[in-house]
């Protein structure tokens, strides 16, 4: 049973941090987007 529920906790952590990165990177996208539109309406 321990090692299922190793396997599981494992599984679970990879999930969270690819979720995490997914949701960073996305942000970051957001935030260059929008710079980029305000250094356009400037010019």
Sequence with gaps: ???LYLLFTA???VWIVI???IYW???K???IKREI???ESEA
């Design 29 to 31: 996208q957001d935030r």
């Design 25 to 27: 990177i996305k942000n």
């Design 19 to 21: 979720s995490g990165y």
């Design 37 to 39: 539109e305000a250094l």
């Design 1 to 3: 049973m321990e090692p």
């Design 11 to 13: 599984y679970l952590l």
